[in-house]
């Protein structure tokens, strides 16, 4: 799931500013291997070791990147598009996505979350 190819392809290709979501939220190799922030990783760890400030967050922030095997859905594209999620790092993505992704191996695909889809950025000038 974080394959030496899909590791080297990101720190490669995105920005290191770039804020990452996945469906894969227990593990804390996502974001140790793509080196760039992320919506949510490491579950467990963060139940407990986490902010204070983020823990109310933990369910809602768990309830959508779990739903992004299935597809992107309307709620799950406001939310990630609210937190400036850049990429989405999916893996075993479902027939139901209906984006191409931008890079893909045996086990991952990235998709893209364009301004096309969430709007202008707030940072974009």
């Known amino acids: ?3 030496s190819d899909l ?3 990101v720190r490669s290709n995105v920005g290191e500013t770039e804020v990452l979501a996945t469906n894969w939220t227990d593990s804390a190799m996502f ?3 793509a080196q760039r922030d992320t919506y949510l990783s490491a579950v467990p760890t963060q139940q407990l070791h986490g902010t204070l400030e983020l823990s109310p967050q933990l369910p809602q922030r ?5 739903s992004l095997g299935a597809g992107l859905s309307p709620e799950a594209r406001t939310e990630l598009c609210a937190a400036q999620v ?3 790092w ?4 479902s027939p139901g996505w209906d984006m191409s992704p931008i890079f893909s191996n045996d086990q991952v695909s990235i ?3 364009t301004p096309e889809l969430c709007g202008p950025r707030a940072d974009s000038t």
């Open 1 to 3: 799931v974080c394959s």
């Open 62 to 66: 768990e309830a959508v990147s779990k």
């Open 90 to 93: 999916i893996v075993n993505p």
């Open 86 to 88: 850049g990429l989405l």
């Open 7 to 9: 590791a080297l392809w």
């Open 31 to 33: 974001p140790a291997v």
């Open 111 to 113: 998709f893209e979350l």
